[in-house]
């Protein structure tokens, strides 16, 4: 084991929390923010430029190992999908190991107090300790223990568009592993599967997604249960002090997209100036400057059906649609589904459409996410809007909704036709949309032609 903590340094370490929070309408997540002060900064990311390959690159480095990486065509645009690296470079510490973190039944305060000596590895600065739940994926379609490592850009890897101007969030949910399969130990994964409580540690990067630091057996369990895990997940902040043309005086810190005022006692120019002096020394040390190549790693597949495992989780698309909403409950879809009103303007032939409240954008993105939650509200929910509603677009969303939640369904062993469908009167959902294409293909051509080309 690696001691990295005990090495020398003469100034003392200062861990401040400056605040513990819940979750709430403000944080989608319970957490804290902290103030780091004489970190050893042996955790952090450095941003470089490959002038061969002309990549920009974000590397999250262990020491002298880069972990993880963001590669970007000349500079980080932070709506545009990236390549993403991880070097499996990671070598466990005792800082990574604590009681608390491997407990079923420990508190978020315990969890806190004990992870400090892996908090003191840190750059100086500002940091948000979330405590969450990660899913076992990268949200592209791969389990974080069978990332393929190549050079496509990766979903998840930056904010999700959602189509008419709305993005999705800057929130945790995806992960990627740093320690290669060959370290997996079938016993230590059967033993986290008996106790599902216990938390990981990752490092947020952008988008949805993290570096998994440690807990990789317990999210192989949580895969194999078709779970979600706990995870603690720490978020570099940025703190911004400036004064308005008004004269008042702007001071918060940026957790993700989370925006928190600040008092003068958390950010002022003396601790800025501070993290800037630290960053900057930083970033005259060795520079990471060429990509992270990839590296040779015993597949998944020889253990654990890793591409089946996936089916089980949301895409990154997928989970945007379900992080539009604080809570999807039977309420929210009652509101959606009631709150209509009847307009001449509607009428199409004898068919009465409804002109709803929600706009097609918030109601598509509902139904989405009903269809990926496997929601016992979905079918009734998509038969409402293509009975009720009269927009194109949504109309084909729904459709397409419906076809994933069916194919998923197969694939994860649902009866869901037999079970389901008759409810409706149908048959299979072959039979629902076909009957469906015969009533609309007269006023609405663009979406018969669609249900024939999914058919």
Known sequence: MIDLFTRFNKSKLNIETLSVFGRSEKFHSPGALLYVENGKGLIYTIQSYSKEEKKSLMTLMFGDKPLFQLQDEEYFCPTCEKIVKTGYNLEQSKEFSFDAINSDTASFKEVLEQIKPLVGLLMDGYYCIWDTELYPTDGGGNLFWDYPNDDTVKPGSCLVYLKDGEWGSLKPHFTIATEPFEKCNKERVEYYRQHPGARAIAYFMDGNLTALLDGHHKAMA???????????????????????????????????????????????????????????????????????????????????????????????????????????????????????????????????????????????????????MRSERFLEFADYILKFHYDSDLLIDTIDALVDWNERGKQLGYNTEKEIFEKLGKESLQDYLISYMTEIEGEKPVVGKHIFEVL
């Not at 995870?231 to 911004?240: Q, W």
């Not at 005086?249 to 993290?275: G, H, S, T, Y």
């Open 222 to 372: 949580a895969a194999l249960d078709h779970r979600s895990f706990n995870a603690v997940v720490i978020t570099r902040c940025f703190a911004n002090d400036f004064t308005e043309k008004s004269g008042k005086q702007n001071r918060f810190i940026m957790a993700d997209d989370v925006r928190i005022d600040a008092p003068k006692k958390w950010v002022n120019k003396e601790r800025l100036q501070k993290v800037k002096d630290k960053i900057q020394a930083k970033s005259k040390g060795p520079a990471i400057v060429e990509p992270l190549k990839t590296p040779s790693y015993r597949s998944v597949e020889d253990t654990y059906p890793a591409k089946e495992l996936v089916k089980y989780y949301p895409t990154a698309e997928q989970q945007a649609c379900i992080d539009t909403f604080d809570v999807i409950n039977d309420e929210l879809i009652d509101e959606y589904m009631n709150k209509a009103q009847m307009s001449d303007a509607a009428r199409f032939g004898d068919t009465l459409k409804a002109r709803l409240i929600h706009d097609s954008r918030s109601t598509g993105n509902l139904v989405t996410a009903l269809g990926i």
